[in-house]
T-cell receptor
Framework: KAGVTQTPRYLIKTRGQQVTLSCSPISGHRSVSWYQQTPGQGLQFLFEYFSETQRNKGNFPGRFSGRQFSNSRSEMNVSTLELGDSALYLC?????????????FGQGTRLTVV | DQQVKQNSPSLSVQEGRISILNCDYTNSMFDYFLWYKKYPAEGPTFLISISSIKDKNEDGRFTVFLNKSAKHLSLHIVPSQPGDSAVYFCAAFISSGTYKYIFGTGTRLKVLA
C-alpha cells in the first residue's frame, strides 16, 4: 500500500508569488489535513478536507487555501507569499473513523520564500 | 493558547537505558492521544496512541501512559537505541469532533552509544 505522497519536495519562490502544493493520500483514506511546521512552533494545523469539503480550518490568513478532488487528492495554495511562509508543509491522510484514528504523514514540501 | 505542551525541548539518554518523554495538555475534551517520531527532512511517523479510557498502551519497546487527572501523558522507550534519536511530537484530538490534531512543539531525543 503506497503511503502519502507530496509534491514537490522542495520549492523556492519569491515574495508576492503564489504556490500550489499537492498531496495524494493513502488509498481509501478520505480525510486530508495540512500542517505547517516551523522551527520552535511544532506543527500548526492549517485545514482538513473530507469528501471534497473543508471540515475545519486553523488560524491562518485567507492567503492559505485548499481543495480536495473526488479521488481524495488535495492541493494547498498560498497566494502573495511572505518570507514568514517559509516552512515545511505536511499533509496527513486518515480513514477518519473511530477505529482508525491515526493520521499518516507524507514527507512534506519544503517551501523557501526569498 | 498552547493546549498541548512538551516542556523539554531536548533529552539525552545512554543506549540501553529508558527514555521518558513528557507531554501535558489543558483541554479535558481531548480523548485521543498519539506520539509521532520525526527525522530531519521526513514527515512524522506514527508510533503509538492511547484512548482516554485507558491509562496505558504498550507496543514493543514503546509504552504510553496517560494520567487524566493530571492531564499528562508520557512515552517510555525501553531499551533506548541510537536509531531512536529523533524529534518526538505528542498530539491530541477530540475523536467525536473535527479531525484536527493539536501538536506539542516536540522533544529532540538523542540516544548516546
Amino acid at each position: 500500500k503506497a503511503g502519502v505522497t507530496q509534491t514537490p519536495r522542495y520549492l523556492i519562490k519569491t515574495r508576492g508569488q503564489q504556490v500550489t502544493l499537492s498531496c495524494s493520500p493513502i488509498s481509501g483514506h478520505r480525510s486530508v489535513s495540512w500542517y505547517q511546521q516551523t522551527p520552535g512552533q511544532g506543527l500548526q494545523f492549517l485545514f482538513e478536507y473530507f469528501s471534497e469539503t473543508q471540515r475545519n480550518k486553523g488560524n491562518f490568513p485567507g492567503r492559505f487555501s485548499g481543495r480536495q478532488f473526488s479521488n481524495s487528492r488535495s492541493e494547498m495554495n498560498v497566494s502573495t507569499l511572505e518570507l514568514g511562509d517559509s516552512a515545511l508543509y505536511l499533509c496527513a491522510s486518515s480513514a477518519r473513523d473511530r477505529k482508525n484514528t491515526e493520521a499518516f504523514f507524507g514527507q512534506g514540501t519544503r517551501l523557501t520564500v526569498v | 493558547d498552547q493546549q498541548v505542551k512538551q516542556n523539554s525541548p531536548s533529552l539525552s539518554v545512554q543506549e540501553g537505558r529508558i527514555s521518558i518523554l513528557n507531554c501535558d495538555y489543558t483541554n479535558s475534551m481531548f480523548d485521543y492521544f498519539l506520539w509521532y517520531k520525526k527525522y530531519p527532512a521526513e514527515g512524522p511517523t506514527f508510533l503509538i496512541s492511547i484512548s482516554s479510557i485507558k491509562d496505558k498502551n504498550e507496543d514493543g519497546r514503546f509504552t504510553v501512559f496517560l494520567n487524566k487527572s493530571a492531564k499528562h501523558l508520557s512515552l517510555h522507550i525501553v531499551p533506548s537505541q541510537p536509531g531512536d534519536s529523533a524529534v518526538y511530537f505528542c498530539a491530541a484530538f477530540i475523536s467525536s469532533g473535527t479531525y484536527k490534531y493539536i501538536f506539542g512543539t516536540g522533544t529532540r531525543l538523542k540516544v548516546l552509544a
